[in-house]
């Protein structure tokens, strides 16, 4: 079941559409997680990706935090959460909103004069509407959002739009604070942090007025534990007025367990570095990606906490180019075999790479004597493998009968029948095997090259037979 589905007034699957009367009067006003929330969930009606588990990975925010979300809109008719196991939210058209519900016309006699006394504007038939909705759909007591409305003004001034008063209110009541006193103490609280956030301001060189994001935001921060300081610091590093983007620092930082100003320097340090590393292995690999977050969470971070250093990483992507292997995934299929095998430096694994390149050799002169001029392949190896280690034959003799091969048809299938019946008789020497068929050869002595610059021939040989070779 689509968790984000609309109404069969909303019709259009190629774009987005957004109502004039939303865009003009409800979107200046509307808080920007839940703006977030309602216009990716309007996309998600047409997407795949359609589930609360999605939308909430994509936004870096809670299920809960999205679903509180989709409550706010609710009050505003503008969606309808039909389900709630699992949940299904169902946004309605915009032109249709009205407030329908009949009310005892002296119900809210008392909060009309109190709400109306807040402002020196008249306050419309839609905005008590969406008030009285509100409250008949929360647990919220009218004095409490009277108490709101007043804390809105006091901060914004008597033009506030009413849905930023039940922005609020909103958050009141996702704190679980509906009542009068409950809700005074919880705003009364927030406005004590005015003064730290004035220097949080400055500190973030803007010379807006607070807000009351800003509040909740410093309330957050100073419970995660961060100290006035450490979030003045942090600040200076955000783009002016962004408390969003200080807020994803300092969540980051809270994540990471870092507090203090010497461990939040010391994991930027760290993390630039990290970005960088994933910069000179995607230039070395000859890719490159716009964004290297990714690249850093799923490749590089994990790399450096397996043991790989810097160096390391970089010479195996050269290895992987060398090789043709030139994608982040083959080189995750390498540094993992690498790693299986304990070869975690750049001296292990050149040790690994001569031990590769000296087997080849071994192999290429198995099938020169054989008649045969082509590169190794992994079936070459894997016989080589099978003569040396399980039938433990000295390569002596898998030599001496290379050279009885060459010749005759399928020159490897003979030597292998050849190497057969030396296991089958027990025959571990050249001397044996010429006295048993009465066959002289020369025997051609293995040359042995101290090779440094690695062939390509050299770097496949070692990338295709990581599983295969043992020491």
């Known amino acids: 079941m689509a968790f984000c589905i609309k109404d069969n007034l909303m019709t259009s699957n190629d774009y987005t559409v957004l109502d004039n009367s939303f865009m003009l009067q409800i979107l200046p006003e509307t808080p920007g997680d839940l703006l977030k929330v309602y216009m990716l969930g309007l996309v998600l009606t047409t997407d795949a990706n359609n589930s609360l588990e999605y939308m909430a990975q994509k936004l870096d925010m809670s299920s809960q935090e999205v679903l509180e979300a989709f409550m706010y809109w609710e009050q505003l008719q503008l969606v309808q959460i039909i389900h709630t196991d699992p949940v299904q939210v169902v946004y309605l058209n915009p ?13 809210y006699k008392k909060f009309n004069k109190a709400m109306q006394s807040q402002f020196s504007r008249m306050i419309g038939i839609n905005e008590w509407n969406d008030y009285y909705n509100f ?16 804390y809105c003004v006091n901060l914004k001034g008597d033009t506030i739009s009413h849905n930023y008063v039940l922005a609020v209110a909103n958050s009141q009541l996702h704190k679980g604070n509906t009542s009068l006193e409950s809700v005074a103490e919880s705003l009364t609280t927030q406005s004590k942090f005015d003064a730290d956030i004035k220097l949080v301001l400055k500190s973030n060189k803007s010379t807006r007025k607070i807000d009351h994001t800003d509040r909740v935001l410093y309330e957050k921060w100073t419970a995660l534990g961060f100290s006035l300081d450490v979030i ?12 969003a ?42 890719v490159f990606y716009q964004v290297l977050d990714p690249v850093v969470e799923n490749y590089v971070s994990p790399w450096l906490n397996k043991g790989f250093d810097k160096d390391t990483l970089v010479q195996i992507a050269k290895l992987c180019f060398k090789s043709g292997l030139r994608t982040l995934t083959a080189m995750a299929d390498r540094v993992d075999k690498f790693h299986k095998s304990g070869r975690t430096t750049i001296e292990s694994i050149a040790q690994y790479i001569e031990h590769v390149s000296k087997i080849d050799k071994q192999i290429k002169l198995l099938l020169s004597n054989c008649g045969i001029e082509r590169s190794v392949t992994q079936n070459d190896r894997s016989l080589f493998k099978l003569w040396t280690k399980e039938w433990n034959i000295p390569i ?19 030597m292998g ?6 296991k089958q008789q ?7 095997a010429k006295a048993t068929a009465s ?7 293995q040359k042995t090259i101290d090779q440094r610059d690695y062939t390509k021939d050299e770097v496949d040989a070692m990338f295709s037979n990581l599983d295969d070779v043992e020491f």
């Not at 990471?256 to 910069?279: C, H, P, T, W, Y």
């Not at 009885?404 to 020159?411: E, I, K, M, W």
């Open 232 to 243: 003045c610091t942090v600040a200076k590093d955000c783009p002016v007025g962004d408390f």
């Open 245 to 286: 983007r200080l807020d994803k620092y300092l969540q980051e930082y809270y994540k990471n367990g870092v507090f203090s100003q010497k461990e939040i320097a010391d994991f930027v340090a760290d993390k630039k570095s990290r970005f960088d590393l994933a910069k000179e292995i995607c230039k070395n690999l000859g």
């Open 135 to 150: 409250l008949e759909r929360t647990s919220f007591q009218p004095d409490a959002l009277v108490s709101v409305a007043k």
């Open 95 to 107: 032109k249709g909103k009205e407030f329908t519900e009949k009310l005892n016309p002296n119900k």
């Open 396 to 414: 002596e003799l898998i030599e001496y009968a290379s050279t009885l091969s060459q010749g005759v048809t399928n020159p490897l299938a003979y």
């Open 426 to 432: 027990g025959i571990s020497t050249v001397e044996g």
């Open 439 to 445: 066959v002289t050869t020369q025997n051609q002595p």
């Open 417 to 422: 029948k050849i190497l057969a019946n030396y």
